[in-house]
């Protein structure tokens, strides 16, 4: 494949809210420069930061990378709206501010795309602890640094369950995904009501954007593919207030709430159909392996994980919890 132009045109996507993840835009920033395939563009988003949008005009925008502002709802989702609204690739990558993509990344997430059935592609992240992977997020191999946990998804990360090999998969991860351009003209951007804002750890808006997505071109009697691609590798650092334990509960507690927003949505049967088979097989896996290994904190870890998750479900289905979540415009109409 090295030599040959990708099947399709990228704008690499790169949102940032604070001048505390200075280095980290910095490098990732590099990592898309250093691609042996080029993306038409590259944009850096900023959430509602004046300093630090400034930063970015001064630093980046002499080598060629486009310097946004949010201007739509502050958060995540409004800074990757604003992105979409703007992008001239035909398909628009989405990279964390934290991570930083692995040679042949953007080459090996482009190439699915030759599919034309393909609507979106995503990749692996691998983390980067600050010191050795923790308790609170056990693995099967805690000495590998390219080895899954059951619970990575806590810190934005590729976990034990999802494929080895390029795959159909229902949904991508937000640090390292790819939607054709035409997908946002059809359903709308990401649903803003349910993105993050700065830290707090609410999300799923990726989540549901898959679902609808995939939903919407079934109405349409389009059989589409969301697929994972495992070459496509970016590194996540994880900062250390993430390993902690009040982080476990708190994004937990989070993701129950988002999972009950995204039902809302998009309806339970597809929001859940993944969790059911991770809740019911991978992570009684993981407690029988930590604990035949002595590890009681980690074992725990895995529990404590799933009832506050469920906990956070359960109370985001409660009357009114989610009653202000709502989908874009385009969502709605169904346009």
């Not at 074992?299 to 009653?323: D, E, F, H, N, Q």
Request: aromatic letters at 6%; hydrophobic letters at 40%.
């Amino acid at each position: 494949m090295i030599g040959y132009p990708p099947v399709v045109t990228a704008t690499v996507v790169i949102c940032a809210y604070t001048e505390k993840r200075w280095d980290d835009i910095v490098a990732a920033v590099a990592s898309v420069a250093a691609q042996d395939v080029r993306p038409i563009e590259t944009m850096v988003v900023v959430d509602h930061n004046e300093a630090l949008l400034h930063r970015a005009y001064r630093t980046f925008g002499p080598r060629g990378v486009r310097v946004l502002p949010n201007q739509s709802t502050q958060g995540l989702s409004g800074a990757r709206n604003t992105a979409v609204a703007r992008a001239a690739g035909e398909v628009i990558v989405f990279l964390d501010d934290d991570a930083t993509a692995r040679p042949g990344w953007l080459r090996a997430l482009l190439a699915p795309y030759a599919d034309p059935r393909v609507i979106a592609v995503g990749g692996v992240a691998h983390p980067r602890w600050p010191d050795g992977r923790p308790v609170t997020l056990p693995g099967d191999a805690p000495t590998d640094r390219n080895a899954t946990g059951e619970l990575d998804w806590v810190v934005g990360c590729t976990y034990t369950g999802q494929p080895t090999e390029q795959s159909e998969v229902r949904n991508l991860m937000g640090c390292n995904m790819s939607f054709r351009a035409e997908v946002f003209k059809r359903v709308g951007g990401f649903a803003e009501d349910i993105g993050r804002i700065g830290k707090n750890p609410l999300g799923c808006e990726e989540t549901e954007l898959c679902i609808r997505a995939r939903q919407a071109y079934a109405r349409d009697g389009r059989a589409v593919r969301i697929v994972f691609e495992p070459r496509a590798e970016v590194d996540h650092r994880v900062s250390d207030d993430r390993v902690e334990w009040r982080y476990l509960r708190r994004r937990s507690w989070a993701e129950g709430l988002s999972k009950a927003a995204v039902s809302k949505l998009v309806g339970s049967d597809d929001a859940l159909s993944t969790e059911r088979d991770y809740v019911a097989n991978v992570l009684p896996k993981a407690v029988v392996r930590e604990l035949r290994r002595g590890r009681i904190s980690s074992a725990a870890a895995v529990m404590i994980c799933l009832s506050w998750t469920s906990a956070g479900y359960l109370r985001g289905k409660l009357p009114g919890a989610t009653s202000n979540v709502r989908l874009p415009a385009a969502g709605r109409n169904g346009v």
